[in-house]
């Protein structure tokens, strides 16, 4: 029997390209294959005591693509999200599962995403990621300081683009 993707820790289906989740057991990956999703990123890095040993294997096995980008749930860092946001977004036409232990760096990764990359408005990105969690003091942080380095790209875009029609 095929386990239902409600029954994966903290599933949240976020679109119908992107759901989250915390970690799938070996036994959930068939209902994530057969919902239709193409690839599965994790968040949890290899060594954390909650890591699925051989989830490459077993993703493949199902005939899914796999990307690990494994994130310090103690100091997740802007390349992390950089990393993250390149491969969400060069899968953004694609069905995609993402995960971690819990679903929490994950749902503070998609909040980021969807308000930097996708346009959705901070309400609801907000309300999605407190469907989840509200983050902690390290989690906070970085997700404040991911969004000012982006307030000030954007704004050096924009004086560079002014300087250019001088």
């Not at 997740?76 to 993250?84: A, E, I, L, Y």
Request: net charge negative; hydrophobic share 45%.
């Amino acid at each position: 029997m095929i386990a239902q993707l409600s029954e994966i820790r903290n599933f949240w289906q976020l679109s119908d390209q992107i759901a989250t989740a915390g970690q799938p057991t070996p036994e959930q990956f068939p209902a994530i294959r057969s919902a239709g999703y193409q690839t599965v990123v994790n968040l949890v890095p290899s060594e954390a005591a909650n890591a699925l040993p051989n989830e490459s294997a077993i993703v493949a096995a199902q005939g899914m693509e796999y990307v690990q980008i494994p994130v310090r749930w103690e100091k997740p860092t802007r390349d992390d999200f950089s990393q993250f946001a390149t491969v969400i977004q060069g899968r953004r036409h694609q069905p995609v599962f993402v995960h971690c232990a819990a679903n929490m760096r994950v749902s503070a990764f998609m909040y980021l995403y969807r308000r930097l990359y996708a346009g959705v408005s901070e309400a609801q990105a907000a309300s999605d990621l407190h469907q989840i969690w509200i983050p902690n003091p390290t989690w906070q942080d970085f997700i404040d300081q991911v969004i000012a380095d982006q307030r000030e790209i954007a704004g050096e875009q924009v004086v560079l683009r002014h300087q250019d029609q001088l």
